[in-house]
DNA sequence: AGCGTGACAAGGT
DNA sequence: GACCTTGCCACGC
């Protein structure tokens, strides 16, 4: 029966439709994301999912930042400054390389 | 089959 | 606030 068979990708694709959820303006920790995904603690296999598709898909991993609200990596490097430039374009305010999650923060549901 | 690594998270020092 | 340790799971060697 329901024996869980999905495959990584299966899972890989349930982080995407939540990644692909987020509203502009708005951010979410890979935590949260993998739980809203159905994957709770699974955190690393976010980062892992947004890792495939960040490569030409159209899903908004810019909007997934660590439980901290800090940027997922290292400063200076390519993604990082496309990441802020992005949420700053969205009206999210990026300090230091991090996010004011109590005010960015998605609640985890659409309006 | 063991070990190391990774776009993480939470807690401790 | 920076750094370290543990937990979690999937992947590669």
């Given amino acids: ?8 990708s299966e899972k890989i694709k349930a982080i ?3 990644v692909k959820c987020i509203p502009a303006g ?25 890792g495939v598709t960040i490569n030409g898909q159209v899903i908004p991993w810019y909007r997934v930042l660590r439980s901290d609200g800090k940027i997922a990596f290292p400063n200076n490097s390519s ?24 005010l960015f923060q998605w609640s985890g549901e659409l309006e």
Avoid at 27 to 43: D, E, I, K
Avoid at 82 to 98: F, H, R, S, Y
């Fill in 26 to 50: 708005k951010v979410a920790s890979y935590g949260q994301v993998a739980a809203l995904a159905g994957l709770p603690g699974r955190a690393r296999l976010a980062g892992k999912a947004l």
């Fill in 79 to 102: 993604h990082y400054k496309m990441q802020i430039a992005q949420l700053q374009d969205e009206g999210v305010l990026v300090t230091k390389g991090k996010v004011n999650m109590q």
């Fill in 16 to 18: 995407h439709g939540v």
């Fill in 1 to 8: 029966m329901d024996t869980s068979n999905e495959t990584p």
